[in-house]
């Protein structure tokens, strides 16, 4: 058996699957979840930050509004997805709320999580939910992700949520307790695999199309999934959710697959940044704050002394000190037209000199690679 330690984690992304919430007759279970919600207060008390990716909303809807689904037209789910959304969301917020913890609701599309703009626009909020303690729990728009531009699957939206947020962990619960050669429903001699250190495409292959009759992922999203977190230095652990306190049996040695995340959240988000190619602008400044990015803070508009290029929100500039040395780059949370307007601007004075209330940050030190001092 792997070893596997929650308390190694500290941001865990939990995914809650359709078929562990929702009966076949579209009704909630509450029992199970309630036992979920315990886990999870448990986790936060103890300084982990969490979130959940929560599926289910359709599976509800369809009975709410009398649905077939196996008959249903993208635009059914849709609707079933929106009456469904909100009852899933309040049963969260029952269930932890028992526990005195305050839920939110994101809904996310690819592009929110593809789009770099977008992206930051995410990232700011989930970050600013966790520094609360509110626990996000996330879902597809389904109202305005159609057919070509959707997830589809939440295994693979929970994976870039992982990314998003930059979190140690994903837990995919299921009704499979991990990964197996073949599928352990239909071979009996499938083997179960409890550690994976490299997703291979033989892998990919092995985990098939295998789909649950409620939920729309199958064991192929769930590799996938754990392809995207795992590059993002995100660990990923695939665990049966069928029985009651499901975090609290994985903490105690529950069988599952966990596929060890390359490098951690950090470096791999500063690896791709160095690899960016399109470098879209220049932002000198100042000694104080070159001190300042040395010492791991973000970058602040009031240490911006010039702006160079043209660039928007969510684009890759190339930051340089006092002396013309190029320090490192970073995703600028500015357009250029409005850097130039916040050079050497306080952070409270922001909103005075854009005429709208911005960031606080001119590139947020998660988003910022430095360069090796003898460059
Ligand atoms: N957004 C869908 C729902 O909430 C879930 C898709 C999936 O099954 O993963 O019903």
Redesign the pocket.
């Known amino acids: 058996m792997a070893d596997l330690a929650l308390s190694d984690y500290r941001r865990l992304v939990v995914k809650v699957?359709?078929s562990l919430l929702v009966d076949d007759a579209g009704r909630l279970n509450r029992q199970w979840l309630e036992t979920l919600a315990d886990d999870i207060a448990h986790l936060q008390a103890h300084k982990h930050e969490m979130l959940i990716v929560?599926?289910?909303?359709?599976?509800i809807g369809s009975s709410v509004l009398g649905i077939n689904k196996k008959r249903a037209r993208l635009e059914d789910l849709q609707a079933a997805?929106a009456a469904?959304?909100v009852q899933?969301v309040h049963a969260y917020q029952e269930v932890l709320g028992k526990h005195g913890i305050t839920a939110a609701q994101i809904l996310l599309t690819p592009d929110d999580t593809e789009n770099r703009r977008r992206f930051l626009n995410a990232r700011g909020t989930l970050g600013r939910l966790l520094d609360q303690s509110v626990i996000p729990i996330i879902?597809?728009n389904?109202t305005v992700a159609t057919e070509e531009i959707r997830y589809?699957?939440?295994?693979r939206?929970a994976g870039r949520v992982a990314q998003l947020v930059m979190a140690d962990a994903l837990i995919l619960l299921s009704d499979v307790d991990g990964f197996y050669t073949a599928d352990p429903g239909t071979d009996p001699d499938a083997t179960h695999i409890p550690e994976v250190r490299a997703i291979s495409a033989e892998m990919l292959a092995m985990a098939g199309e295998t789909r649950s009759d409620i939920?729309?992922?199958g064991m192929a999203t769930k590799v996938q999934a754990a392809r995207i977190a795992t590059h993002a230095g995100c660990s990923t652990i695939i665990a049966s959710g069928v029985i009651e306190h499901p975090l609290r049996a994985l903490s105690a040695n529950a069988r599952c697959t966990i596929f060890r995340a390359e490098g951690t959240p950090a470096t791999a988000r500063k690896q791709w940044l160095a690899g960016v190619l399109e470098v879209r602008g220049e932002v000198r400044i100042d000694q104080g704050a070159a001190q300042a990015l040395h010492s791991g803070n973000s970058l602040l508009p009031v240490g911006v002394v010039e702006v160079i290029g043209n660039f928007r929100r969510g684009d890759v500039v190339t930051v340089v000190g006092p002396n013309g040395k190029e320090l490192g780059r970073g995703l600028t949370e500015y357009s250029d037209t409005d850097a130039l307007r916040l050079r050497g601007c306080q952070s409270d004075k922001i909103e005075e000199r854009l005429g709208y209330r911005g960031r606080s940050v001119m590139i947020h030190r998660d988003e910022l690679v430095l360069f090796d001092s003898d460059r």
Do not use: F, K
Request: proline share 0%; charged share 15%.
């Open positions: 699957g359709s929560s599926s289910g909303a359709i599976a997805a469904g959304q899933l879902n597809e389904d589809g699957d939440n295994d939206l939920g729309s992922g």
